[in-house]
């Protein structure tokens, strides 16, 4: 079982940065995943940037190039790096973990689109809100 939770989040203009951190309670099980994921309003949770046990990291098309995950395994902690942002970027942001995903395949959550998987430890998210 994990428990994690995010903070960071804030309210920036458009081509501000904004840093994420996510510390997890977990007991670790061998290799596992972890993961920033959005939700917007009115759309479906979607992945944003995954990270693999290794340190491989794993981004959604829409935010290769500006943002940065990346991870602290002995301080179970979680950090994405979001520069460049846009208001398309304004979504309630949540880290969830895989801790049973085989390896190579963290970076699947990449594409998350709501459905399927094996994450838990929703917290209750951290907002971003970037303006025009």
């Known amino acids: 079982q994990v428990q994690l939770v995010e903070s960071g989040g804030g309210s920036v203009q458009s081509g501000g940065s904004l840093t994420l951190s996510c510390v997890a309670s977990?007991?670790?099980?061998?290799?596992?995943?972890m993961g920033w994921f959005r939700q917007a309003p009115g759309k479906e949770r979607e992945g944003v940037a995954v990270?693999?046990?290794?340190?491989?990291?794993s981004y959604a098309d829409s935010v290769k190039g500006r943002f940065t995950i990346s991870r602290d395994n002995a301080k179970n902690t979680l950090v994405l790096q979001m520069n460049t942002l846009s208001p398309e970027d304004t979504a309630m942001y949540y880290c969830?973990?895989?801790?049973?995903?085989?390896?190579?395949?963290?970076?699947?959550?990449?594409?998350?689109?709501?459905?399927?998987?094996?994450?838990?430890?929703w917290g209750q998210g951290t907002l971003v809100i970037v303006s025009s």
């Open positions: 969830a973990a895989d801790l049973s995903a085989p390896p190579g395949t963290c970076a699947w959550y990449s594409g998350y689109h709501g459905t399927g998987g094996n994450l838990e430890g």
């Open positions: 977990l007991r670790t099980r061998g290799g596992y995943c």
């Open positions: 990270v693999d046990i290794n340190g491989t990291p």
